[in-house]
Structures are given as C-alpha cells and as structure tokens.
C-alpha cells in the first residue's frame, strides 16, 4: 500500500496525464504530495486537465507540458523542455497510447502505432535517462495492456505496410513495451533506476475514440458500465511509481499491483536487444546516445 505523502520532494512526469489512466494516475502521484509534470498535445485542454488534478489532488505542484509525441521532434523538443523543469526527475511515467482501426503514417513517415505507443516512450525515456539515473533511485513506469499476450513484433514488417490491423499493430505496440522495459531493466542494472510495465485493466476512457473500430462503436457502450473507472485503472501505475513495497524491483510486468507473466516472447532476450537497436536507428539515437 503506497503510504501518505511519501512522494513529497520527488518530481514525476506523467505523459498523457489530461485524460483517462494518466490523468487519474497524476492524481494520484500528486495526491502522495510528489510535483507533476503532465502531458498532453492541447494547451488548454492540458490546462483544464491541471486545474482538475489540483483540485482533485489538493496539491498545487501540477505543470503542464504539450507535444504530439507521434512526432519525433516533438519529443525532443519535449525533453528538453523537461529538462531544464526538472532539476530532478523521479519517476516517468510511459502512458501515452492509443489504438487506430486504420493505418496513418506520421511526419517522420512511420506508421503511427508503433510510433506513438512504442518509438515515442523509447525516445523520450533515453533522453531523459540521464537525469533520471542523476535522481537515483528512480522509477520508469511503462504502461502496456493485456493485449502484449497476443503481440508478435514482426521485424520484417515493423510499420504494417504489408498488411495493417488495428488490433495486430497495437498488440505488438504493446508487447514492444515489455520488451523495451525488460531490456531497459537490463541495460539499467546497477543504476539505481528501475523498470516496470503493466496492464491497467480494461478502463473506461477515451481509448479507441479517435479512429472508430466497429469494436468501440457497436461494443463500447455495452461493455462501458463493466469497464473499471479511470481511478481503479490507475491504482497499478499508482503503485509502481510510489510504493515502497517495489523499491528495487526491475524489470517485470503487473497486473493487478502483482506481478505476473507476460507473453514468452517478451523473454526473448536476443529479439528485445535487437527491438533496441531498430527503435534506436528509427529514432535517431546512436548507440552511444543509449544506455
Ligand atoms: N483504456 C483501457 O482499457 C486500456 C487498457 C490497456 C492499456 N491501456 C493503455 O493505457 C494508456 C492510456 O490509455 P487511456 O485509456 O487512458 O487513453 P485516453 O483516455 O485516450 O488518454 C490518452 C492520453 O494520451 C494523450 N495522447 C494521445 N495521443 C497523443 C499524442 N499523439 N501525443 C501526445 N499525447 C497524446 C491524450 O492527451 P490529449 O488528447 O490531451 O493530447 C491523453 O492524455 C495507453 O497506453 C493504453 O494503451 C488502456
């Protein structure tokens, strides 16, 4: 159980953090009296979002901070921008992410589910990792999804252009974030910074709103009322980010605030590293600019 007030004096960002699990996740967080930082692509709608979180949270400390991370630029632009806040980062939160019924393609010309879900939390975490390593003990926060249990990353055909699904490019977008975190873990041992990836649960959000599947069109409003509310979806990002129960702990997947198994391919050691390496490349980052 994530005690009172333990997150005072710690700064933790929050991507996604205007509506949904991150927005309930950032009440959370600053509820336990941490500074927020949360992100969102709409000024004004990010700054309504702050107004909430304080009020709701009774804590003052909520900055905002706005990119289409779908971007890569936007990314940077948005770490430096964390940066130069942030004398001090704690935890990072990945939450950002969503799931399009049909193909698009970014600016930097990559298809959009892989590049926001995946690529986005991968750059932005390397570029904030030395600040993060610096605030040791620190948390990377990931936030995945039940559906990396059917998620194949097929690495001959990354940005779905030989044949595209909504439901195949966000699974393996999420099963990429397991990877990622386990990987990460691996390359942070010794740091003082953790890694952890969840499942929130099946929330009722704005998930699947923008780019309507017959899923959430005809299903959602049935399904809505046994969907858990966005405070319940984010008791397991809560937890991971500030419980002293999971200090130390690196590089598994919860559900539920327990750990659990994720999908075996997830433990393919030689396939996360060369998911790191493609992620990299794709993302500009040199080797060295990696941990
Ligand atoms: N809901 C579920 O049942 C469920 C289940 C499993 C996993 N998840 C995962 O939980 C995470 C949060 O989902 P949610 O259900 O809370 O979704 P949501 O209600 O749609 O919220 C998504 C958040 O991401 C932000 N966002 C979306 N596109 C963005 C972009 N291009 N650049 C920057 N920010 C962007 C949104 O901010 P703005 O719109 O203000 O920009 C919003 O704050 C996702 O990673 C999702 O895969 C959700």
Not at 125 to 138: E, F, I, K, Q
Not at 236 to 253: D, K, W
């Amino acid at each position: 159980m994530a005690d009172t007030r333990r997150m005072t004096g710690r700064n933790v960002l929050v991507t996604g953090g205007t509506a949904g699990i991150g927005k309930a996740t950032a009440v959370g967080l600053a509820a336990l009296g941490a500074w927020v930082g949360i992100t969102g692509r709409d000024r004004i709608r990010a700054e309504a979002a702050a107004a909430d979180i304080r009020a709701a949270s009774g804590n003052p400390a909520v900055e905002v901070f706005t990119a289409d991370m779908s971007a890569q630029a936007e990314v940077r632009r948005l770490a430096g921008e964390i940066l130069d806040a942030c004398p001090r980062l704690d935890v990072l939160v990945n939450n950002v992410g969503g799931f399009w019924a049909h193909r698009h393609v970014t600016v930097d010309g990559l298809e959009h589910t892989f590049a926001l879900n995946h690529l986005a939390p991968f750059l932005l975490t390397n570029l904030l990792l030395d600040r993060l390593t610096a605030s040791a003990p620190a948390r990377v926060v990931t936030v995945s999804s039940g559906a990396q249990a059917n998620g194949r990353v097929d690495f001959n055909d990354l940005q779905g252009s030989a044949r595209y699904s909504g439901q195949r490019a966000y699974s393996a977008s999420k099963l990429a974030n397991v990877m990622f975190t386990y990987e990460l873990a691996r390359r942070l041992q010794g740091t003082g910074v953790t890694a952890t990836v969840l499942h929130p649960g099946v929330v009722a959000t704005n998930f699947g709103t923008g780019d309507q599947a017959a899923f959430f069109t005809v299903l959602r409003p049935l399904v809505r009322p046994f969907m858990k509310s966005p405070t319940a979806g984010a008791a397991t990002p809560i937890y991971l980010a500030s419980s002293a129960e999971v200090e130390g702990v690196t590089g598994r997947y919860f559900v539920n605030r327990k750990p659990k198994a994720s999908a075996k391919a997830s433990y393919d050691t030689a396939a996360a590293a060369r998911l790191w390496k493609v992620s990299a490349d794709l993302a500009g980052l040199t080797a060295d600019r990696t941990h």
